[in-house]
């Protein structure tokens, strides 16, 4: 079972911030976080992963609290193409190849 | 580059009939990854192979479910007596040896419809 729990859908104006929450308040501490992303049709894509640091690449940042027990991805100029389901995940540090457990996600929705 | 592709894209089929699906990994990743989505539902891991070997098979859902990778590249999850509750997209997703970020790239998937 996934060991995060994350809103079912949200909505973002096109040209906002687009915060999306994830809590995992039983998340280890060899744990990192990541963040993949499926665009109806597609399958999923990566955005980026964290351990206790705050993050930051092209596509998004992550913000984790210091307590480690949610996190919050931002997209920070949401345009149309990012309407998609955000799956955030927990995974062992250092399981390169281990697979991953996907919960339902977030369904988010970027409106004109 | 060539991302890693998937064949069917779209599979129609009986009930009780056999099928196979094709997955071309990223040329060079060693460890190669199959799943299945249900409509709503996230992807959930099947099986897990390094090279050749399958690593965990711990998620195929029954012994009608089975998978090879004869030549450490190409895939092919096979599946035997397709029952209408088969009916999924099956993806297949690949990555390098050792990388510790885990970073794994999905295939488009193969939509698989049991009638």
């Known amino acids: 079972d996934a060991k995060t729990t994350q809103p079912t859908s949200m909505d973002c104006a096109e040209g906002r911030a687009a915060n999306l929450p994830c809590n995992h308040s039983?998340?280890?501490?060899?744990?990192?976080v990541y963040w993949y992303r499926q665009i109806h049709s597609q399958g999923p894509q990566y955005i980026i992963h964290g351990l206790k640091n705050n993050e930051t690449n092209e596509m998004a940042s992550l913000i984790i609290t210091e307590d480690r027990k949610s996190s919050t991805l931002i997209l920070p100029h949401a345009t149309l193409r990012d309407t998609a389901v955000y799956y955030c995940i927990v995974r062992v540090a250092g399981s390169g190849n281990t697979p991953l457990v996907f919960g339902k996600g977030t369904r988010l929705s970027v409106i004109a | 580059g060539a991302g890693v592709s998937q064949t069917p894209s779209n599979k129609v089929t009986e009930k009780g009939k056999y099928v196979e699906l094709r997955c071309d990994p990223i040329?060079?990743?060693?460890?190669l990854y199959w799943y299945r989505q249900s409509l709503g539902q996230g992807p959930e891991f099947l099986i897990y192979?390094?090279?050749?070997?399958?690593?965990?098979d711990s998620g195929l859902p029954n012994d009608r479910f089975f998978a090879v990778r004869p030549e450490g590249s190409v895939s092919t999850l096979k599946i035997q007596r397709t029952e209408r509750g088969d009916s999924a997209v099956y993806l297949c997703?690949?990555?390098?040896?050792?990388?510790?970020?885990?970073?794994?790239?999905f295939g488009p998937g193969t939509r698989l419809t049991v009638t």
């Open positions: 192979f390094q090279g050749t070997g399958a690593a965990d």
């Open positions: 039983t998340i280890s501490g060899n744990e990192y």
């Open positions: 040329s060079g990743h060693t460890a």
């Open positions: 997703a690949s990555s390098p040896q050792g990388t510790g970020v885990g970073e794994q790239y």
